[in-house]
Each structure stands twice: as structure tokens, then as C-alpha cells.
């Protein structure tokens, strides 16, 4: 990104991303109360199993997302060591 | 016979390259514990998940799928919610151990707090939470060198066998050695667990779909959770406390410090969820056994999946499955080892005695791998436990070091030694008074709802834990700030 547009990708990185974080929370911890039942069956796996295994795959989409969208994965690799 | 030489030709294999990774170094205390921070993605990649897929993976995770049927996914829920923690928790812990050349996890809480004392009760955490990973370790050789022995080698034999394997393994090789026959493994792993998922369901049943519904239909309400005990409050409770805890592990948390770059996590944290579907053939297999072998009870359960190779397959391909199935036992074992070993010696021996030399402690710390394993060894032969849940009670341990961990990290921070160290105490106190006295939340507070007594003891020690902490650190606070701040900006 820019220089000029700096500020907006640090809000970025300290508000949406951490959201788009807790999105696999909700999916797994918050999901399983309502996904508790064998049907219907999907792939041949039951409800509840297909049910983990989608946000298994989901939790590494939004990763792959977050590590897109933030500023620091832009910057060469010396810029994030330690200068001790 | 043909099985047992397949797999004492897979151990001769993994010494081999852990004496060739050590061929050539000078092994100081940071080269052999953390490999000289100069591993870089795949390397990481492999030693997290060389991690990952441990006996619990083969063994615990079929056995449970077997056994308890729906309450096993929890397995599959709670890596991939670990690795998207892992983005934003291990940057800052890589750095700051750089910075100031850590080698344990203890060290980074003193370095942190300025505190060897808080150093030494986390290492002392982490070696009692890791003492019931280690036996299930143990548990899970003895079960393959046995199985595959078809009867011929007693289990109690065949845990001497697996523990003296173990030991001189680790005390050959170091990292490098886990981290090469990490390689080895987990290529073994993936074809084999990924065939027998796959080749078992449909021997027995004639499909993956086929057997789910003639499971469901021979046990109704078997494929998911009950409405009370392991039921979706239990299963939410113990997902969140594995997440939390994913990286609490004194092994993990170093293994952590091998890497090169931070990147190498954050690029991590996006592949290796994806890895984690590996665990759906584990649980294949492990419904299929239900089918192929039934009738295993309490602990045995542990059992079947060795059961059903032994049923479907000739003895060669037995060794192969149970060779791999030691080199999952064997790399996470001998860092768990390596590391409990490091522990005790950096973070324990030298507060008792600070004049010792860097050579002392190094030699101490070899000393004491076999001396945890006889321990290990012990507790392994007064057993009984399933795999599944001795890491439960390992978790729950260890997840009490997250509060301290995660509150210790922002650059202003609220907690202080004295908060963080009564709040791991008080934590893992709740964990051992239930567990010792077989207490549950439902005896304790039978007016509660039955969601809330369904909860992990783990997570309700974490909230004890918690609280403990905020409220002795507000109290010690005071007192304490003038000498926080110089030591938070410290740079020794």
C-alpha cells in the first residue's frame, strides 16, 4: 500500500482482521448447539461432522484472507526481525 | 515376526538420521533445544505438525471415534481455532525470544516478569502437564509394539521396549533429529492413515456414507453428542480450552523459537488447518472398527485401530502401520523429553544454584532424560486412562498458563509477577483438586443449569485463574509499578 494510505491499513489490521479472526470462534464453538444431528448427510459425512470439517476448511480461508489484507506481510522480511 | 522386524528396522532408521542431523555440530544447550533458531517455513511447518500428529492422532483419535462416536470431532475443532491464534500470538513471543536469546518457555517469563521464581513454577507447570502427554506417548508404543507382536510380546514388555527406544533416540539426536524424522513421518503418515480411512470403511461397509448410516442405525444418537456429559457445552468448552492451550506446551512454545522469521507462522497458520483434515481418516478408521472389531471396552478402545490392522492386513503391512505409528509416539516424545529435560535443569536447577555453568546445566539436562522417562514409565504401568483423556488433563494443566502469557505480552501491561504467579496457582490447583478427588462442577453446584456443569474443568479453572489474577495484580500493583516500567523496557 501507499504511504498516504497508512492509516487506514492499520485500522485495518487492529480491528477488521482480529474480527474476521473470531469468525471461525462463532462458526465452531457457537455452530455445535445447532448442528448437533446426523442429517442431513453431506458428502456422506454426518451433519454435525461436515459441520467441523467446513470450518476447518473456512478457518484456513480466513487466515489466507487476514494474511492478504495485512500491512505486514508487505514489508521485506528484515523490516519484522529484531535488530538486536 | 515379520511385523515387529519392520518396525525395529523404522526406529534403526529414525536414529540413523538423527545421528547424521548431529554429525558435524557442536551441540550447545541452545543448538540441541532449539535447533539455532535457523529453521525456516517447511521446517517449522513440519515440527508443529510433527506435533500435531502424535500417538494421540493414530491412537487417541480412532479410539475415541470408536469408543464415545460424536464427542471425538472435538479433535478435529480445536487446531484450526489454535492456528488462527497463532497469527497474532507467536510474532510478538518469536521476537521477544530473539531478542533476548530464550530457550525455554520459562525463560520468557522471566524474562517478562524479572522473575526466576515465576520462571521456575511455569517450568514446573509445563513438566507436570507434560508427564500424562509423555505416558500417552508410552501407552500408545506399548499398544503397537504389542499388537503387532500379535499377542507375543506382553504390553508392560513392550513399554520397557518403547520407553528405552525413546530415550536413546533423544539422547542421540536432539531437535535435528525430530525435525528430520519429522519429514519421514509425516509423508508415512498421510499415505498410510489416508489409505486406511479410506480402504477400511469400505471393506467393512462398502463406503464412507455406508457405514455412517449403518452406524447410526445399529446406535442411534452414537454420531452425536449427548444432551448431558460430553455434550455441545462439554464440546465448546474443550475446543476453546485445546485452542488456548495449542501453544502453552513448554515444547511447542519452544519449537516456536527455532524459526527463522515470524513469517513463517503466519504462512503456517493458513496451511496447516488444512493438514488437520488428515484427522478425518483417523476417524474413518476408527468407525470402521466398530464394524471390524466391536466389543473393546474403557481403555482397550485404544486398541482398535491396531486391531483392525491386525484383522485386515498381512503382517508386513502390520509393521509398516505400526512403525509409523512409533514414529508418531517417538518425535513428539522426545521433544516433550528433551524439553521437560531443559526445563528442569535451566529453569529449576539453576535458581537453586545460579553459579552453575552453562556446561552443568547442559550436561544435567541429558542427565535427566532418562530419569523422566523412568517416571513417565511408571505412571504409564499404573495406567488405565484412555489416550484422549490423559490429554485432557494435560490441557487443562497447561491452558492455565495462557492468561499470564497472553496479559504479559501488550507493552503496557496490568499484570504483575505476583498476579500472574497466584492466578497459575490458583488455576492449576482447581484442576488438581477435581481431578484427584473425582469431583464434578454437577456435585460441587448441583443448582446449576446442566450446560454449565457439562463445561471442562479446565475452562472453569481458567476462569478461576483469571480472576485470581486481576485481583492480585490490582493488589500488588501499586507497589510494584515503579520498578515495572524500567524492567518492561529492560533490553539486557
Same mark, same amino acid.
Given at each position: ?84 | ?123 514446573? =507447570?509445563? &513438566? @507436570?502437564?507434560?508427564?500424562?502427554? +509423555?505416558?500417552?506417548?508410552? /501407552?500408545?508404543? *506399548? #499398544?503397537?509394539? !504389542? $499388537? ?8 508392560? =514388555?513392550? &513399554? @520397557?521396549?518403547?520407553?528405552?527406544? +525413546?530415550?536413546?533416540?533423544? /539422547?542421540?539426536? *536432539? #531437535?535435528?533429529? !525430530? $525435525? ?25 461397509? *462398502? ?286
Amino acid at each position: 500500500m501507499s504511504p498516504a494510505r497508512k492509516p487506514g491499513s492499520t485500522r485495518t489490521s487492529r480491528v477488521l482482521l482480529p474480527l474476521l479472526g473470531a469468525v471461525p470462534f462463532v462458526g465452531i464453538l457457537g455452530g455445535i448447539f445447532f448442528v448437533n444431528r446426523v442429517t442431513p448427510y453431506v458428502l456422506g459425512l454426518p451433519f454435525i461432522l461436515f459441520w467441523v470439517v467446513l470450518w476447518v476448511v473456512l478457518g484456513s480461508v480466513v487466515t489466507a484472507v487476514i494474511y492478504r489484507l495485512d500491512p505486514g506481510n508487505r514489508e521485506p522480511v528484515e523490516a519484522e526481525e529484531v535488530s538486536s | 515376526m515379520t511385523a515387529l522386524v519392520v518396525i525395529a528396522a523404522f526406529l534403526l532408521v529414525a536414529i540413523a538420521l538423527g545421528v547424521r542431523a548431529r554429525s558435524g555440530r557442536d551441540m550447545s544447550l541452545e543448538e540441541w533445544s532449539v535447533g539455532g533458531r535457523g529453521f525456516g517455513t517447511v521446517f517449522v511447518f513440519l515440527l508443529l505438525a510433527g506435533e500435531l500428529y502424535t500417538t494421540f492422532t493414530f491412537l487417541g483419535a480412532s479410539g475415541w471415534a470408536y469408543g464415545k462416536g460424536g464427542p471425538a470431532l472435538y479433535i478435529l475443532g480445536y487446531a484450526s481455532l489454535a492456528y488462527v491464534i497463532s497469527y497474532w500470538l507467536l510474532p510478538p513471543v518469536w521476537r521477544f525470544a530473539k531478542e533476548h536469546r530464550l530457550v525455554s518457555q520459562s525463560d520468557f517469563f522471566v524474562q517478562k516478569f524479572d522473575s526466576p521464581v515465576l520462571g521456575a513454577l511455569v517450568a514446573l =507447570v509445563g &513438566v @507436570v502437564a507434560m508427564v500424562p502427554y +509423555l505416558v500417552l506417548q508410552l /501407552t500408545g508404543m *506399548g #499398544i503397537i509394539v !504389542s $499388537a503387532s507382536s500379535y499377542g507375543h510380546v506382553s504390553p508392560h =514388555v513392550a &513399554v @520397557v521396549i518403547g520407553t528405552l527406544a +525413546l530415550t536413546a533416540y533423544v /539422547t542421540v539426536s *536432539g #531437535i535435528h533429529g !525430530s $525435525a528430520w524424522t519429522a519429514v519421514v513421518k509425516d509423508a508415512l503418515i498421510l499415505g498410510i492413515v489416508v489409505f486406511l480411512g479410506i480402504y477400511l470403511p469400505l471393506h467393512y461397509s *462398502g463406503g464412507i456414507g455406508k457405514m455412517f448410516h449403518s452406524i447410526d442405525a445399529a446406535r442411534p444418537g452414537f454420531l452425536t453428542l449427548p444432551h448431558s456429559g460430553l455434550s455441545p457445552a462439554w464440546f465448546a468448552s474443550t475446543v476453546l480450552l485445546s485452542a488456548l492451550g495449542f501453544y502453552m506446551w513448554p515444547h511447542t512454545f519452544s519449537a516456536v523459537y527455532s524459526a527463522k522469521d515470524p513469517r513463517a507462522f503466519r504462512r503456517n497458520a493458513v496451511f496447516l488447518p488444512l493438514y488437520q483434515l488428515v484427522l478425518l481418516f483417523v476417524f474413518f478408521a476408527g468407525f470402521a472398527a466398530i464394524i471390524a472389531v466391536p466389543g473393546l471396552k474403557g481403555s482397550d478402545m485404544d486398541l482398535s485401530l491396531l486391531n483392525t490392522t491386525v484383522k485386515t492386513f498381512d503382517p508386513w503391512f502390520v509393521g509398516v502401520v505400526g512403525g509409523t505409528g512409533m514414529l508418531t509416539a517417538l518425535v513428539p516424545g522426545s521433544l516433550l523429553l528433551m524439553t521437560s529435560a531443559t526445563c528442569l535443569a535451566k529453569n529449576v536447577y539453576r535458581l537453586a544454584r545460579p553459579d552453575a555453568t552453562d556446561r552443568t546445566v547442559g550436561r544435567l539436562a541429558k542427565l535427566l532424560v532418562p530419569v523422566l522417562s523412568a517416571v513417565a514409565l511408571l505412571f504409564t504401568f499404573n495406567g488405565g486412562s484412555t489416550i484422549v483423556n490423559l490429554l485432557l488433563m494435560g490441557y487443562a494443566l497447561v491452558t492455565q498458563l495462557f492468561p499470564a502469557l497472553l496479559l504479559s505480552l501488550p507493552s503496557r501491561r496490568f499484570v504483575t509477577k505476583q498476579g500472574a504467579a497466584a492466578g497459575i496457582v490458583s488455576g492449576v490447583a482447581t484442576v488438581a483438586v477435581v481431578t484427584l478427588t473425582g469431583t464434578t462442577l454437577a456435585d460441587l453446584l448441583p443448582f446449576l443449569p446442566q450446560p454449565v456443569k457439562d463445561l471442562n474443568v479446565g475452562v472453569v479453572a481458567l476462569l478461576v485463574n483469571t480472576a485470581v489474577l486481576f485481583a492480585v495484580s490490582a493488589a500488588t500493583r501499586a507497589s510494584t509499578v515503579p520498578s515495572a516500567v524500567p524492567v518492561a523496557g529492560d533490553a539486557t
